[in-house]
């Protein structure tokens, strides 16, 4: 039997402790036996293998609290009368480390010493998971870790508490390791800039990696900004946020110098920080310059950036920025000019961060309107986009005449065809379309002109009428790769119409593997349809040289 878990034998609390868990446990202690110089304390042990309450019963809130309890003295003594700890970092260990107190007793401490590195960081309030993997693998007291006690000692003695030691562990581990003297030299520092003690506890707890290098000196940057302005470090006391993860002093700083480089003068510097303490310290400020650096790619100048800040509206900048990238995204995908977008943003970004729109394809359906009306309504009045804001109900808008001449021209298309009017299959037919009417019999004379027979590209778009809804440049790649490269004649797409309606990139990869198959493949139909995993399953493993040549493909198709 070890030597410390004898010493933890012989302490009475303990002794009383082991008694409950053997009432509990249902474990009968055998007669001693003195065997030479050992003391050996034998159990039999019940089949319920430790179970702390028998099939059914539940303890009582009372007693649990009284059995921790126990636990808590049972161990404080362990600690700080059998170890030797200090009796500030045993306190700690044996009331804040209840998991593994309990854990602890349900498992009888297991004949051997306690890892006292464990209940050390479980009283800080980190997670097993977070400190399971840190444990050293040769020490298994915590006076082997001289410097980390020492550097626990130097933060509690400074007013930092457990659960503050914990976070501070999380984001800057490494200072618990520093040498007799440094951390404490680096906490002072902080007071040498004129700071009260509150308050460096305060930044160390936001922001612990300003321990870790020279970063007081960014601190001091950031509070020299300030101050220029008129603003203390009462107001920064306020405004930074302990639930924040961890403040990065250098980005406030970038910020900060940003900001003044907008302003005219330090009174509108002042009003606007004052008024928006969340630029410079949401995320500290990394929202705020991407912000900044998205304006300047759009275009915007040093009085409209300015503009855009000084009107800020009442939201997290981050909820702003998403806001804003999703309007860009939208305008990008009804396809309007790319001057015609920063146009947009220059002037009313201050109300499109506080917008956040509907998705894409809903406004479309709900306005009941082309890509092409939508960006000429749009760019005559931007604040249109403030009724189709989420929670709000989009209503179609009134039709001006195009759409529906549009419509007509589709349906004397299909007429031509051969479709039935006010047929279903029309009806079908004419959602499958997209672009304008006047479109269709254009591409549908360009397959002609290719050289395949009217009748033919009758049949094939009553096969497919998504067909037409292609450019006629798209179109005629596709056939030029099939006939002009492959080698297939023209009564491919006739026998499999469907074919035009891959993109071009799907069929240079799933075709470009024929010279491998040798033959196999008697249609590419087999190769163009099938999923991506069964293509790759039964046309590209199951030759020799296939995942080579596969591979080589996709750099030359995919990459280039």
Known sequence: MSLPFVSLMRNPRFISLLKWVSQETQIKPFKSQILGTGFHLRFTINSRSFATVRAGEKLSVKTQIENRKMAQVAMLDYFYITRGLQYLVAESMSKSATLFNDNLIEKFLRFHPINEFEPFFESLGLKPSEYSHLLPSDKMFLNEDAFLLENYNTFWIYGI??????????GAREVFGYETGVLASKI???????????????????????????MNVEVAKVLEILKSMGIGVDWVDENLLEEEECYDWSSMHRVLSLLRDLCFNENELRGLVMRCP?????????????????QTKLGSSRSELWSFFYKFPEIQVKRCVLNIRHCFLFLNQIKMECDEIGKIFRVHSSWLGACPLKKTKTL???LNVGTSRLCQIIQENPEEMKKWTMGLRVKPLPSNGEEETSRLMKIQFLLNLGYEENSKEMERAVKKF??????????????????LNEKDVRYMVNAFPQILCQASDLLEAKVNYIVKELGYPLSTFVA????????????????GMIPCLKGKV???????????????????????DGPKHWEDLKKQILYK
């Open 278 to 294: 969340r630029l410079v310290f949401e995320d500290s400020g990394e929202w705020t310059l991407l912000l900044a650096g998205f």
């Open 161 to 170: 508490g457990l659960k503050q030691m914990g976070r501070i562990f999380r």
């Open 434 to 451: 997209r672009g304008r009417g006047s479109e269709l019999q254009q591409r549908f004379d360009f397959l002609v002109s290719l050289g």
């Open 188 to 214: 002072h520092a902080f007071e040498d800039l004129g700071l009260t003690k509150s308050f460096v506890s305060k930044i160390i707890v936001c922001s612990p990696r300003i321990l870790i290098g020279n």
């Open 496 to 511: 499999f119409p469907s074919c035009l309606v891959f993109t071009l990139q799907r069929m240079k990869l799933r075709l």
């Open 522 to 544: 008697k249609a590419i139909s087999s190769l163009l349809v099938c999923s991506d995993q069964h293509f790759v399953t039964h046309y590209v493993n199951r030759h020799p």
């Open 364 to 366: 479309l359906s709900r």
